[in-house]
T-cell receptor, first 114, second 115 residues
Framework: AQSVTQLGSHVSVSEGALVLLRCNYS??????LFWYVQYPNQGLQLLLK??????LVKGINGFEAEFKKSETSFHLTKPSAHMSDAAEYFC????????????FGKGITLSVRP | GAGVSQSPSNKVTEKGKDVELRCDPI?????LYWYRQRLGQGLEFLIY????????KSGLPSDRFSAERTGESVSTLTIQRTQQEDSAVYLC?????????????FGPGTRLTVL
């Protein structure tokens, strides 16, 4: 079975500071990995995805994530936080079977201080 | 174009009542997923529809939960004899095909509160 661990439930950074949201996965087969963002009162939106091509994946809004097989990690980063980045972020791994259902982590709430 | 829509946005019900949640996927999307998000938890997969194939119901937590989909359009999730632990946000997603690389587009969810 696949699983995702997102340590901590809340991260707070200052505007302009580095954003680092951690995600570790467990999978018996090469995984496909995703980061989704949920802004207040909105649906989930795909930030970026890893599908076994380049290990460094660039997404929308300046976010990127690096797949590290040796560490079973897929951490999300952004060099400089903006107030509009305040949201909940979910890491997910995809089922490699016929059904591409997503297995999600518990999510991390990012707050950005002025 | 229109995204995935869900109704109602909020539903408050009494324990023991039945509820029906609706999902309208993006037109042309053959795959449809239901997920549940309980407070402080990640999203849990409930059920998956792909075209005319038999649905994958492996995530449904009990036989009180059921879902239907009419062709490649609307889906309804029904919870019978609701319990307080059913309180959650129920999210629907659709994708062009049920394959790994296809992005799942999520609706805004239905917040269900069981008193």
């Amino acid at each position: 079975a696949q699983s995702v661990t997102q340590l901590g439930s809340h991260v707070s950074v200052s505007e302009g500071a580095l954003v680092l949201l951690r995600c570790n996965y467990s999978s018996s087969v090469p995984p496909y990995l995703f980061w989704y963002v949920q802004y207040p009162n909105q649906g989930l939106q795909l930030l970026l995805k890893y599908t076994s091509a380049a290990t460094l994946v660039k997404g929308i809004n300046g976010f990127e994530a690096e797949f590290k097989k040796s560490e079973t990690s897929f951490h999300l980063t952004k060099p400089s936080a903006h107030m509009s980045d305040a949201a909940e972020y979910f890491c997910a791994v995809s089922n490699t079977g016929a059904n591409s259902k997503l297995t999600f982590g518990k999510g991390i709430t990012l707050s950005v201080r002025p | 174009g229109a995204g995935v829509s869900q109704s109602p946005s909020n539903k408050v019900t009494e324990k023991g009542k039945d509820v029906e949640l609706r999902c309208d996927p993006i037109s042309g999307h053959t795959a449809l997923y239901w997920y549940r998000q309980r407070l402080g938890q990640g999203l849990e997969f409930l059920i998956y529809f792909q075209g005319n194939s038999a649905p994958d119901k492996s995530g449904l937590p009990s036989d009180r939960f059921s879902a239907e989909r009419t062709g490649e359009s609307v889906s309804t999730l029904t919870i019978q004899r609701t319990q307080q632990e059913d309180s959650a946000v129920y999210l629907c997603a659709s994708s062009l095909e049920g394959r790994i690389h296809n992005e799942q587009f999520f609706g805004p969810g239905t917040r269900l509160t069981v008193l």
